[in-house]
């Protein structure tokens, strides 16, 4: 009985100290791919023929008409970026509610990676409260990001204007750093399944010393 047990737990370990490295891998994705999209500024990316191409990101807008040098502004000077392009018509969601729920994102992803990095470095004491708040942290961090990227995906499948609408290179980024921070909170949650089989594992063996002590008695 003792050896089949230690071979379990060993066994357990292993897969266990694998899950919680895939993990931090996928989150620390998560975060480097949402930091591209915070800071870049292709979360709208407007052109016209002419060469004129208007890039707005979460703080600021970039405009440039061809030449190598482009003008930039803040976007708490922009209402609408479509005006900017030259299209009044277009409708816009309100941007200091998309650099709110933004920049909550961010945040709530770098609490996921100090949670789940937390969780290895006290991999052996079975930390299923650093486990618990990474994953709270992550589902928070995609859902934040899906909102903005919700609201500009409908915009873009309704698109109907003379200006193109081309790829917004910093929406993609973030909706992979979104898929990412949902793949790392599964990895978490099987963590914690396995912390929970092996204490229950732990509580069955302990019951049947218990009973052989008390038959040998």
Not at 30 to 47: C, K, N, R, Y
Not at 126 to 153: C, D, E, N
Request: hydrophobic content about 45%.
């Amino acid at each position: 009985m003792p050896l089949t047990r230690q071979r379990s737990r060993v066994d357990g370990h292993f897969w266990y100290r694998s899950i919680l490295i895939s993990s931090i891998v996928f989150i620390g994705l998560a975060l480097l791919l949402q930091f591209v999209g915070f800071v870049t500024p292709g979360w709208i990316v407007l052109s016209q023929p002419s060469g004129f191409t208007v890039s707005a990101g979460v703080w600021y807008i970039q405009v440039c008409n061809g030449s190598p040098q482009c003008r930039t502004a803040s976007m708490t000077r922009v209402v609408n970026p479509f005006n900017v392009a030259g299209d009044n018509n277009v409708e816009f969601t309100n941007w200091t509610e998309l650099q709110v729920e933004i920049t909550l994102a961010f945040v709530s992803c770098i609490v996921s990676v100090l949670m789940t990095v937390n969780a290895f470095i006290n991999m052996s004491q079975g930390p299923k409260s650093y486990l618990g708040w990474a994953v709270v942290a992550a589902v928070i961090s995609a859902a934040l990001l899906m909102i903005p990227i919700g609201r500009l995906l409908d915009i873009i499948r309704q698109w109907d204007s003379y200006i193109v609408y081309s790829t917004p290179y910093s929406l993609v980024s973030s909706c992979l750093g979104c898929v990412c921070a949902l793949m790392s909170a599964v990895l978490n949650l099987c963590a914690m399944c396995m912390i929970l089989y092996d204490r229950k594992m732990e509580r069955s063996n302990s019951d049947e010393r218990d009973d052989l002590t008390l038959n040998s008695a």
